[in-house]
């Protein structure tokens, strides 16, 4: 079982930046694939990042050259960093976790998520 905690959502201004973080329990950390996902008010739960156990990333189109995924396996932490946050990166961004090297941008393709943590950027 791994248990996963996000925090460092806020409220930010359009141009800002934000760095959130998710803690993982568990020795295996380093052998997971993590993941972002995020949920804006009545819309669907959407992919946004995905890190493998080995440490090649994937990046959503729409976030590409602003957010930045990124792992350190000594403190069982992935970290997304949000760069230029616009209106429409307003969403709960939710951690996910998968054992193995195979990146899904797929919901179901995850075992374990986070609670989420909310991601406001203000006009």
């Known amino acids: 079982q791994v248990q996963l905690v996000e925090s460092g959502g806020g409220l930010v201004q359009t141009g800002g930046s934000l760095r959130l973080s998710c803690a993982a329990s568990?020795?295996?950390?380093?052998?997971?694939?993590m993941a972002w996902f995020r949920q804006a008010p009545r819309k669907e739960r959407e992919f946004v990042a995905v890190i493998r156990s080995g440490g090649s990333t994937y990046t959503e189109d729409s976030v590409k050259g602003r957010f930045t995924i990124s792992r350190d396996n000594a403190k069982n932490t992935v970290y997304l960093q949000m760069n230029s946050l616009k209106p429409e990166d307003t969403a709960v961004y939710y951690c996910a976790a998968r054992p193995g090297g195979y990146a899904s941008v797929r919901l179901q393709g995850y075992d374990y998520w986070g609670q989420g943590t909310q991601v406001t950027v203000s006009s």
């Open positions: 568990g020795r295996t950390f380093s052998t997971y694939t």
